[in-house]
């Protein structure tokens, strides 16, 4: 992502399911909570059939068409819906429910999402979705925007709303390209694939992420995925925002889908005992490796600091990372953490860098983590690693 000067920031998004007591529905005479209940749940199955085996005709006879023509191309394996609660809405019934899908070949878990669903009666007495929509505050999914095109690269898919195939395949090579390249660093043992989600604009990441478009205004891309990686979550999704992507050079575009893409490899060894100036700074690190790119390119606000006498006394804390009014000090912190990355490369070897990560992470809690890694892996203590990273900032950005 971009903010400032270059930052960019992956985050972890999860979903949470309110299971509420079921209640009556229909009009006149109304059926019992369990039989409409049950009702909605047949419509639903027949549905979810419909979606899995491509058959249009049989979805629109469980409701209205236009969903499936936003959602078909896209490779499911898995589509079911659970209905959690029925409720009474004049005529018709909203139904919560929580839908689970799984891309092929891609997610090792159903992604899980609540739903409601608004259901009216037929004239011979069935019941017919009219409307499939997020539940609550839940996020939308990508087919909520519009029609999913889809580009299947060599070590990605891309999938996109209001995007030509054109720009699509672009994404595709930069995916192609950064999946390689963090395996030769970080290793072999991650899904080696990547899912990319392009909506039409800011707006439509925001709304994919529930939250307001001014948390990320500027920033270039995010990752969703799970801390630890228990196996029990699907793959992790780079979501794009394509306003803030258009703006970035070439070698900018490369270097934001190389540093999300270790985002997805590192998930299951970045845990809440990692720092994000180390999850930031290694992702940042392999971004930038083979670039060119001198400290002062990379790290301009970070340099101005330390030319101007205010070499930063300690390493960015997790704070330093949230988004505010001063993108400076955003940028500082991401820079700050990628140079301590280089540091350790540099100084230990690339190999002890990507030790101390995975040491970091499998501590059990976040207190002595890095401390107790630092010991371990690079033979060093927090105070004495400061002071050289402290050192390291003045002699790469200095005049």
């Given at each position: 992502?971009?903010?400032?000067?270059?930052?960019?920031?992956?985050?972890a998004v999860g979903l949470c399911l309110l299971l509420v007591p079921l209640t009556g529905?229909?009009?006149g005479q109304p059926p019992s909570a369990g039989t409409a209940t049950a009702e909605?749940?047949?419509?639903?199955?027949?549905?979810?059939?419909?979606?899995?085996?491509?058959?249009?005709q049989s979805?629109?006879?469980?409701g209205t068409r236009g969903p499936y023509a936003d959602l078909r191309a896209v490779p499911f394996a898995q589509w079911s819906y659970r209905v959690t609660a029925v409720h009474r809405?004049?005529?018709?019934?909203?139904?919560?429910?929580?839908l689970r899908y799984r891309i092929r070949g891609y997610d090792k878990a159903p992604v899980t999402t609540d739903r409601t669903l608004s259901l009216d009666r037929t004239a011979d007495g069935r019941w017919y979705v009219t409307r499939d929509r997020p539940a609550g505050r839940t996020g939308q999914q990508l087919w909520d925007q519009g029609t999913v095109r889809t580009v299947q690269g060599a070590h990605s898919l891309v999938l996109g709303v209001g995007q030509s195939r054109t720009v699509l395949r672009g994404y595709a090579r930069l995916a192609d390209t950064a999946v390689p390249e963090v395996t030769k660093v970080w290793g072999t043992d991650w899904s080696r694939r990547v899912v990319l989600l392009v909506p039409g604009s800011l707006t439509g990441m925001a709304a994919l992420l529930g939250a307001p478009a001014s948390n990320y205004r500027g920033i270039a891309?995010?990752?969703?995925?799970?801390?630890?990686?228990?196996g029990q979550a699907p793959a992790d999704r780079v979501i794009l925002n394509p306003e803030a992507y258009a703006v970035l050079a070439p070698v900018g575009k490369q270097v934001v889908l190389t540093h999300e893409t270790t985002h997805v490899a590192t998930r299951a060894h970045t845990t809440s005992a990692t720092p994000l100036w180390l999850s930031e700074g290694y992702a940042d690190w392999i971004g930038y490796l083979g670039t060119g790119r001198t400290p002062t390119e990379a790290a301009p606000e970070l340099a101005r600091a330390v030319q101007s006498g205010q070499v930063p006394a300690d390493l960015p804390a997790d704070r330093d990372f949230g988004f505010t009014d001063d993108p400076t000090k955003l940028a500082e912190a991401y820079e700050g953490g990628w140079l301590a990355c280089r540091m350790i490369a540099a100084h230990w070897g690339e190999a002890r860098l990507g030790a101390f990560y995975r040491a970091v992470g499998a501590h059990k809690e976040r207190k002595g983590a890095v401390e107790d890694a630092?010991?371990?892996?690079?033979?060093?203590?927090?105070?004495d690693f400061t002071a050289r990273w402290h050192d390291y900032l003045t002699a790469q950005l200095g005049d």
């Open positions: 992502m971009a903010g400032g000067g270059r930052a960019w920031r992956s985050g529905c229909g009009g909605v749940q047949r419509v639903l199955d027949r549905r979810a059939a419909a979606v899995l085996g491509h058959d249009e979805y629109g006879e469980t809405d004049g005529a018709g019934v909203t139904a919560d429910a929580q891309a995010v990752t969703t995925g799970e801390a630890g990686g228990s630092l010991t371990t892996e690079l033979g060093t203590t927090l105070t």
